[in-house]
């Protein structure tokens, strides 16, 4: 009995010490700056098993048999690291891995957030554009103030201005209606409606990190309104560096930047805020007694607080902005004296909250939430528009990142509602549109040089019905130089009286969207792209090619009823836009070109009658020159050109070219900027009319050129 006692307690210990199972932590971080790589890549040899680094650059393999293994670790833009390992490990602590950067400069190796399935540009099928790292920063000293440069320099993008005096501005991609481009803020929507024609000129660049476009039907990422496309705005979070940066800016037009952004991590809990004030006084460079550019003064606000534990991290901020803008009459501005005004104020304030909780080691679930409360008074001589828009969005996901797939399925919920000041003459616009959405999305790496990116959304609108939206893309790595992606889905639009040719009327006279019988918006849409890269020496060459087509059914159009009201209705028709974008970079040295083509060949079909879409150039060449020395010294040259386009009355304006000049030199701790902005001076009111009538009571035209000329800004940055 002894015997047979101390055999099954010898199998027992043998089976637990067969059987003995350890956990492998690792954090991987920048070698130089410690910053915690997410979404850094780990691979466990010989199981092939495949995990994702966290937020916070952790990465964690449960219940792993002890015995020896090969770590493979991989993060874009960094040397590959390969370690072997024995478990069970000598000591708990987490493996720490220092990453070193590639030397080379990769322009792919970024990763995009805007597709949902965070992967890097050059493993997306969807084709997205980047801005960010040193263009992001020149860029923001041409126009520390807002974010409407940053966007109209790129290929495919037009900010057109909707107000001759107040500067008012919507994004046009592919030559759509800005009403088409949905904008978003760290993946929340919080930009449209009421406030979309401000948004632009209310966002400082300071506090990004990088911004996404994607363009084309993408409305099956997240919901409605991205028809043309979308443009997803990355704040920057806390690392283990404290960053306290300050932009003091001014220029010659009589604006004045001042921001500032701090952020730091304190072991579990980081901290953002980011602060500016931003102003300028009226500004007429043609003298024709009305503003290029308003008088305005704004301040905002953002704090964002996030707190990491060891599976769950969360997020949460508030932003709000105030601003008071006027343009019209320098007489009325100035003298307090007779003449047309247009004067904008606005309050928005804004809620932002997100937590993910990993559930293993390559699923979690997220959730998001924002609250938007928009209030903007919009006052004319003999008329005012007072509403105030309120607008949530709530979010739930699950994600699951494989070694071949990924996963992301999960329901939203966005509301909308609108309340008017009786204003005694316009019927009240009053809305309530409630917005509940499911969705599913897919990632599949079908091959080692084929990936398969899928998604089908289904939204319900409580006014205007169901909208099904499905969505594919595929990329193909013919070698290591050459990519295509093909692509295409569909989009839709809530009826809305938010356009810019309401825009452009101050909303006088416009009546309510009639729920009964307006309906939504659709469209689809097809994008294919070529990339091809290659060094030829110390040359670097880049070529990206893409075609375009969107259709868009249905869409609404503002006409004339009884009474000389007018109204928002479906046309009896479709507009379609197609052409293409070509962009060529050209590294040297310490040289870089940017060469850029955008066609678009936008019409519309109303009536069985083709038209060119009013306000959208069929031809524009975009031109950069940078000469860089590597934190010392950046100057730039650009010129740009827009060939003519059709207005809304039916004539054309004309074509013209717009050059700057930027240069910056660098310190270790700060540096200064100058900027010559459109120092040929090429103003519409220099070829053409940019109003009809008196200052009393102008008429105005399209504006479809720069109306506020050649503008010298300059100022100082400061790095603690």
Same mark, same amino acid.
Request: charged fraction near 20%.
């Given at each position: ?61 449960? @219940? ?220 007429? +460079? ?94 004319? +001589? ?111 639009? +809530? ?148 060939? @003519? ?76």
């Amino acid at each position: 009995m002894k015997h047979i006692v101390f055999a099954a307690l010898f199998l027992l210990v043998g089976s637990c010490a067969a059987n003995a199972q350890s956990t492998i932590k690792i954090i991987v971080q920048n070698s130089k700056t410690k910053e915690p790589l997410s979404a850094a890549t780990a691979k466990l040899m010989p199981f092939n098993k495949t995990a994702i680094a966290d937020s916070l650059g952790v990465i964690v393999f449960e @219940k792993v048999p002890n015995g020896a293994y090969t770590l493979s670790i991989s993060y874009v833009g960094c040397i590959d690291q390969t370690i072997n390992i024995t478990t069970p490990l000598i000591s708990d602590t987490a493996l720490h891995v220092l990453m070193e950067e590639i030397e080379e400069e990769e322009e792919e190796d970024v990763i995009v957030t805007a597709t949902r399935i965070s992967r890097t540009i050059a493993n997306t099928p969807t084709r997205t554009e980047v801005i960010s790292g040193e263009e992001l920063t020149e860029k923001g000293n041409m126009k520390p103030g807002d974010i409407r440069m940053l966007l109209n320099e790129s290929t495919g993008i037009q900010t057109q201005q909707t107000s001759a005096t107040s500067y008012n501005a919507g994004i046009r991609i592919q030559g759509l209606d800005g009403r088409y481009t949905q904008l978003l803020r760290d993946g929340y929507p919080m930009y449209g409606g009421f406030a979309s024609s401000l948004s632009l000129l209310q966002i400082a660049p300071l506090d990004l990190k990088q911004v996404e476009v994607i363009k084309g039907a993408a409305s099956t990422l997240f919901g409605g309104g991205a028809i043309a496309g979308l443009v997803n705005l990355v704040s920057k979070t806390p690392t283990d560096n404290r960053e306290l940066n300050f932009l003091s800016n001014a220029t010659t037009a009589g604006g004045i930047d001042l921001s500032g952004f701090y952020s730091e991590k304190y072991g579990k809990v980081g901290l953002t805020v980011f602060t500016s004030r931003n102003s300028n006084r009226a500004f007429d +460079p043609a003298a024709i007694g009305l503003t290029a550019i308003p008088k305005f003064e704004r301040y905002t606000i953002n704090p964002r607080l996030f707190i990491y534990a060891n599976k769950t991290t969360a997020d949460v901020g508030v932003t709000y902005i105030s601003e008071n803008r006027t343009g019209g009459s320098m007489n009325y501005i100035n003298n307090n004296g007779t003449g047309f005004y247009e004067k904008n104020d606005t309050k928005r304030f804004t809620t932002q909250f997100g937590i993910k909780h990993r559930l293993t080691e390559i699923s979690n679930i997220q959730f998001k939430n924002s609250f938007s409360r928009f209030n903007r008074a919009l006052l004319i +001589p003999n008329y005012f528009f007072d509403a105030l828009q309120q607008s949530s969005f709530s979010e739930l996901t699950w994600n699951k990142n494989g070694s071949n797939s990924d996963w992301v399925i999960g329901t939203n919920l966005v509301t909308e509602k609108l309340t008017e000041v009786p204003n005694g003459i316009d019927r009240k616009r009053d809305y309530n549109l409630n917005t509940f959405g499911v969705f599913i999305q897919n990632a599949w790496s079908v091959h080692e040089n084929i990936t398969i990116e899928t998604g089908l959304r289904g939204d319900y609108v409580n006014e205007f019905g169901f909208e099904l939206l499905p969505r594919i893309s595929t990329m193909f790595k013919i070698s290591q130089k050459l990519t295509t992606r093909i692509g295409g889905g569909y989009g839709y639009k +809530p009826p809305t009286i938010f356009t810019e040719d309401a825009e452009r009327r101050q909303f006088s006279s416009i009546l309510p969207i009639d729920m009964i019988n307006a309906r939504n918006e659709r469209s689809k849409g097809l994008n294919w792209d070529i990339n091809y890269k290659t060094k030829i020496g110390e040359l670097g060459f880049s070529f990206n090619q893409l075609f375009f087509y969107t259709q868009l059914a249905r869409p609404l159009v503002l006409n004339n009823t009884a009474g000389f009201n007018l109204a928002f209705e479906n046309a009896n028709g479709s507009i379609d836009t197609k052409g293409m974008e070509t962009n060529i970079r050209l590294t040297y040295a310490d040289f870089k070109l940017f060469i850029g083509y955008t066609y678009t060949n936008a019409n519309t079909h109303f009536d069985n009658t083709k038209q060119w879409l009013p306000l959208t150039a069929r031809h524009r060449l975009n031109n950069v020159l940078m000469y860089e020395i590597e934190d010392k010294l950046k100057l730039g040259l650009e010129a740009y050109y827009f060939s @003519k386009q059709r207005l809304s009355d039916g004539s054309f304006g004309k074509s013209y070219w717009i050059t700057g000049f930027m240069a910056e030199k660098l310190w270790e701790k700060w540096s200064v900027f100058i900027n010559f902005e459109n120092f040929t001076d090429t103003r519409q009111s220099k070829f053409d009319k940019v109003f009809t009538g008196s200052i009393q009571d102008p008429i105005f035209r399209d504006i479809y050129a720069p109306v506020d000329g050649f503008v010298i800004n300059g100022g100082i940055k400061i790095r603690l």
